[in-house]
């Protein structure tokens, strides 16, 4: 798996996310406004393509893997909490970064339709962070993980 990211002119995005999605097993392609406002930067995790690619697999979507968790405020004091009874440098077990990186998926998600921007790169990065936890090497849409590890694990606590 690697990391793609381009800088390109806004009447080439299109052209250039199509020729993505031909040319690699890509995951999202995330665009964002380009730093200097005149093109875009566009980001996604691919690998090389297989000819004999198996079935994809089933991720729940984010209404699915949240439908029964807490409030986002609910979870921002957790994670406070939890950060705050800990002394400083103090290792976090994998259920903390699970819990903040949906915490973080979620709020992605709010911005996302309108505005895609840093929300959704904090989100990305602390899904990978979770993601090379448990599986490092795994090819997958990193937020897509966190909702699955979320659903598999949260669903019959709520």
């Known amino acids: 798996m690697f990391e793609i990211r381009i800088i390109c002119g806004p009447t080439d995005t299109d052209p250039v996310v199509a020729a993505l999605d031909r040319a690699f097993a890509a995951g999202t392609i995330t665009v964002?406004?380009?730093?200097?406002?005149?093109?875009?930067?566009?980001y996604l995790w691919a690998d090389h393509r297989p000819e004999n690619r198996p079935a994809p697999q089933s991720w729940p979507t984010a209404e699915q893997a949240y439908a029964n968790a807490p409030s986002i405020l609910d979870e921002i004091g957790w994670t406070a909490r939890t950060l705050a009874a800990r002394e400083c440098f103090t290792a976090l077990g994998r259920e903390f970064y699970l819990r903040k990186a949906a915490l973080l998926d979620r709020i992605a998600l709010l911005d996302e339709p309108d505005t895609p921007g840093e929300t959704t790169e904090t989100a990305v990065a602390a899904a990978l962070y979770l993601l090379d936890i448990d599986q490092p090497g795994l090819i997958c849409d990193p937020r897509a993980y966190v909702r699955q590890q979320y659903a598999r694990t949260h669903t019959d606590d709520q």
């Not at 964002?32 to 566009?42: A, I, K, S, V, Y």
């Open 32 to 42: 964002h406004p380009g730093r200097d406002g005149e093109g875009n930067r566009l």
